[in-house]
């Protein structure tokens, strides 16, 4: 089944600075969705890109795909203090469901 | 914004015990889903629910698990009788199609098997 793996597994900064997860998977995709979930809490869905898209804006976030490495990576800048959370990439859906990796875990210093 | 919303947020029952949780899903959605997370791990797939009927699920969803859309807002997953590795966070979805639309999460009703 697809799956991604989010790297780094945990990642700390410091406020303001940017932040930068990557997502690797190994079967080819119709498309790829990032989430965040806060400890403890539902996730809350970020953004989709399409195979055919290569970059997606959304506000502070910034998410990339290359179908040729089977990689994506999401940035968000001008980190704050409530993007601490966990970070999932999601593949397939449908009828299937969602494929979720572990996560990146983000924590941002005040 | 249209929400999905589960109920209750936490569920605490006995071994052997049957439990319902409940979920309303987006109004206009078709398809509708269940996860699980156990604490520290993965959301895993277990089931999604399309024209009144199971369209996929997946090993973990075995012949303890049902699911049922009882009326025309409500979303259930029944576990008749539950295990203490059932112990976890189960999270309900609806999304507008499968074509890779969105999936909406609900925000988790935190189940304890004691």
């Known amino acids: 089944s697809q799956q991604g793996e989010e790297d780094p597994q945990a990642l700390s900064i410091q406020e303001g600075e940017n932040a930068t997860m990557n997502c690797s998977y190994k079967t080819s995709i119709n498309n790829l969705q990032w989430y965040r979930q806060n400890s403890g809490r539902g996730l809350v869905h970020l953004i989709l890109i399409r195979s055919n898209e290569r970059e997606k804006h959304s506000g502070r976030l910034r998410v990339t795909l290359d179908t040729s490495k089977k990689s994506s990576s999401l940035l968000i800048t001008a980190s704050r203090a409530a993007d601490t959370a966990s970070y999932f990439c999601a593949l397939g859906g449908g009828a299937d469901g969602l494929t979720f990796g572990k996560g990146t875990h983000l924590i941002i210093q005040p | 914004e249209p929400e999905v919303t589960q109920t209750p947020s936490h569920q605490v029952t006995q071994m052997g015990q049957e439990v319902i949780l409940r979920c309303v899903p987006i109004s206009n959605h078709l398809y509708f889903y269940w996860y699980r997370q156990i604490l520290g791990q993965k959301v895993e797939f277990l089931v999604s629910?399309?024209?009144?009927?199971?369209?996929?699920k997946s090993e973990i969803f075995d012949d303890q698990f049902s699911v049922e859309r009882p009326d025309g807002s409500n979303f259930t997953l029944k576990i008749r009788s539950t295990k203490l590795e059932d112990s976890a966070m189960y999270f309900c979805a609806s999304s507008a199609g499968t074509r890779g639309e969105t999936q909406y999460f609900g925000p988790g009703t935190r189940l304890l098997v004691l």
């Open positions: 629910f399309y024209n009144n009927e199971i369209s996929e």
